[in-house]
């Protein structure tokens, strides 16, 4: 794979992984690094994931209906950090 490919994952918490030539570690932002073939894994996560959506009383229904309005193309308008609770990861 070509270095700068990358993925993110939303579950309770929201995790993002992207591909490097170099290796990232910096434990103050709590990015860490594995060994992928000759390549580097480089990653980290937060705990602003969809644990707050179902904190907050969303339904399956309710997730799924505004899961279908998401369009990837546009940024989204909202800039804030929806933490459950006080000392979550950021």
Known sequence: EESGTAVTSLGSTLAIKMLSDT????????????????????????????????????????????????????MSPYEYYPLVKPGERF
């Open 23 to 74: 290796r990232v570690d910096d434990s103050e932002l709590g990015i860490y690094s594995h060994r992928l073939g000759n390549q580097w894994l480089v990653g980290g996560a937060s705990n602003v994931g969809c644990a707050v959506l179902r904190s907050e009383g969303f339904s399956n229904d309710e997730l799924a209906s505004l899961t279908e309005s998401i369009d990837p193309k546009y």
